[in-house]
């Protein structure tokens, strides 16, 4: 079935520090890939998407590559705030399976100044 | 408020009592979604709906579990005789229509905890 693996945290680093946080993706046919932030005590918010491969979705200085040659859709960012400091999310979607969303588990990230 | 609005915020049950959570899905958003998001795990989709209609409710547990969608008034999502594996966060989305195209937004979610 469809699935997304996220790598385990917590992460930690220290600030203008570069994020990696990696995600795979089990599904058949194309799926829409999604990160989602969830800062304490609020609900999930799109950080960025991409709906094909080699698409890269981008938003707020996060980058990840719609890679379908190795399943992933890593999360990068080059210089990291103390407020990028939430749980990551990587989940996907598919058109059969209208409307749900399948979510990895989730990376708690922490910056440090 | 543009938002997805879900109360309460917070919620506390004794076992066996009956909790209902409330989503009022962002104006003019006709498509609802509900996931449940148990300690330290990922969101799993339980049900999703449109007015009056359940369209997808596989991932909702057989029993105790029921969620509607009313013509008029939020979506409702109720567990009755809640247990302590219930204690959990739940989350409500809501989406213009389906497909990649459209967004999905979130609600705040309502912490259930049972004691």
């Known amino acids: 079935g469809d699935s997304v693996t996220q790598m385990e945290g917590p992460v930690t680093l220290s600030e203008e520090a570069f994020l990696t946080i990696n995600c795979t993706y089990t599904a058949t046919g194309y799926p829409s890939l999604f990160w989602y932030v969830q800062y304490p005590g609020e609900g999930l918010q799109l950080l960025l998407k991409?709906?094909?491969?080699?698409d890269k979705g981008s938003n707020k200085g996060f980058e990840a590559t719609y890679r379908k040659e190795t399943t992933s859709f890593h999360l990068e960012k080059g210089s990291v705030q103390v407020s990028d400091s939430a749980v990551y999310f990587c989940?996907?979607?598919?058109?059969?399976?209208?409307?749900?969303?399948?979510f990895g588990r989730g990376t708690q990230l922490t910056v440090w100044p | 408020n543009a938002g997805v609005m879900q109360n309460p915020r917070h919620l506390v049950r004794r076992r066996g009592q009956e909790a209902r959570l409330r989503c009022s899905p962002v104006?003019?958003?006709?498509?609802v979604y509900w996931y449940r998001q148990l300690p330290e795990e990922g969101l799993k989709f339980m049900v999703y709906l449109q007015k009056e209609n359940i369209i997808d409710e596989s991932g909702m547990p057989k029993e105790r579990f029921s969620a509607e969608f009313p013509k008029e008034g939020p979506s409702i999502l109720r567990i009755q005789q809640v247990v302590r594996g219930d204690s959990a966060a739940y989350f409500c989305?809501?989406?213009?229509?389906?497909?990649?195209?459209?967004?999905?937004?979130f609600g705040s979610g309502t912490r259930l905890t049972v004691v």
């Open positions: 989940a996907l979607s598919r058109g059969s399976t209208l409307g749900r969303l399948y």
């Open positions: 991409a709906t094909k491969a080699d």
């Open positions: 989305a809501s989406s213009l229509s389906t497909g990649e195209d459209y967004g999905y937004t």
């Open positions: 104006k003019g958003h006709s498509h």
